[in-house]
């Protein structure tokens, strides 16, 4: 027979063991499970806080790719873009009207049609997107660089912040404007020949 106190000291070993495999076990399903729930969280706002921006390419662009963006060609009349222009106003000067529109993410639009003195003539139209991750914001650079080379071939100039293309009507440019945590993308449309625009 064991001496009462070889049972106990074998007891307490015993109970300590098992009391610390309790606690291992308890605290790495804890660990896992708030691992598990924060990539859970994190995923999801990263997925919530950005729209699709091949979709929102596509609602930059318009609905046709007539004209030069929108459906708006250099030396349109102010009329053809009040019509045409689905896109909610928010400026109308004598030299250009802003249109505004602003997704379910709260993502922002703003386009500007500038006129020219003689006729009131489109003589150039700039795109401001504002933006809500950095993410996005490389996502729909790249879009945009892929439809802009099928649709003006090879760029004339290129960086990681601005890219130019200039064919014999258009010279477009699009440029990364991202400050800190503001993200955003600048398009800026101007005729190619530099001619004074008459109305059509």
Not at 45 to 67: E, F
Not at 192 to 200: D, F, G, I, Q, T
Request: glycine share 6%; aromatic share 8%; proline share 2%.
């Amino acid at each position: 027979m064991f001496p009462l106190k070889a049972v106990r000291y074998l007891l307490v070993c015993v109970l300590c063991i098992a009391v610390a495999s309790c606690t291992t076990q308890k605290t790495e399903g804890e660990e896992t499970t708030l691992l598990s729930d924060s990539s859970i969280i994190n995923g999801s706002v990263a997925d919530d806080i950005n729209s699709n921006q091949i979709q929102l390419l596509n609602k930059i662009i318009g609905s046709t790719d007539d004209g030069v963006i929108r459906g708006i060609d250099f030396g349109d009349p102010i009329s053809k873009v009040r019509s045409n222009e689905i896109f909610e106003i928010f400026e109308d000067s004598t030299n250009h009207l802003g249109y505004t529109f602003e997704t379910e993410q709260l993502e922002t639009i703003d386009v500007l049609y500038y006129f020219s003195p003689q006729g009131g003539a489109v003589s150039k139209i700039t795109v401001d997107i504002y933006l809500n991750s950095d993410t996005a914001t490389r996502q729909l650079w790249e879009s945009i660089l892929k439809r802009f080379g099928i649709k003006y071939g090879a760029p004339q100039k290129e960086s990681n912040k601005l890219v130019n293309w200039k064919n014999s009507n258009v010279n477009a440019t699009i440029e990364e404007v991202s400050v800190g945590k503001d993200y955003g993308l600048k398009l800026v449309f101007t005729p190619s020949n530099n001619v004074a625009l008459a109305s059509k």
